[in-house]
């Protein structure tokens, strides 16, 4: 999948998980918000033309170094260990307010990564760290392909019912 059909899924899941959580309060809606929708394009980081990785160009390139496309990063295990990494982390600064919220955004930004690229052949790694453990893949969509991109229109179709529902 694109990046754009990762923002626009990422921007749906956003705007579900407020409407049914009580967990983010009206203060945290923008941090999480914003988190959710880096967390959707996040596990990208392992290719090298990503939208986020031309943008944290060295954290891509040690990534890179370590992992395949679809592989470590997208791991519902490495996405919530990384997930509680970042809670712990923020919970030691000056936005420890912020820490769940952020963490809990990233979370569920990158776990719509990871179902969005169970669309594509190549499947994603559920088990992973399991040595050769089988891919997961539900559809056979070409990433930039016609299917895709009637993806992305029907993503942005849902998000903006579910926008509108909600103001």
Do not use: C, W
């Not at 694109?2 to 203060?27: C, M, N, R």
């Not at 392992?46 to 997208?74: Q, Y």
């Amino acid at each position: 999948m694109q990046y754009k059909t990762h923002f626009a899924g990422g921007a749906l899941i956003t705007l579900a998980v407020l409407q049914h959580t009580e967990y983010v309060s009206p203060e945290q809606v923008v941090p999480f918000a914003v988190a959710t929708l880096i967390g959707s394009v996040a596990p990208d980081i392992d290719h090298k033309n990503s939208f986020i990785s031309n943008r944290l160009k060295p954290f891509g390139f040690l990534v890179r170094r370590t992992t395949t496309h679809r592989g470590a990063t997208h791991s519902p295990l490495i996405v919530a260990l990384f997930s509680l990494l970042l809670y712990s982390g923020l919970g030691l600064t000056e936005f420890s307010s912020y820490s769940y919220p952020i963490a809990f955004g990233f979370f569920v930004g990158a776990i719509s990564h990871v179902l969005l690229d169970m669309l594509n052949p190549q499947g994603v790694p559920l088990l992973y760290p399991i040595p050769k453990a089988k891919r997961f893949r539900i559809a056979h969509i070409r990433t930039g392909g016609l299917i895709e991109k009637v993806t992305f229109l029907a993503l942005l179709i849902l998000t903006f019912r579910l926008l509108l529902k909600t103001v």
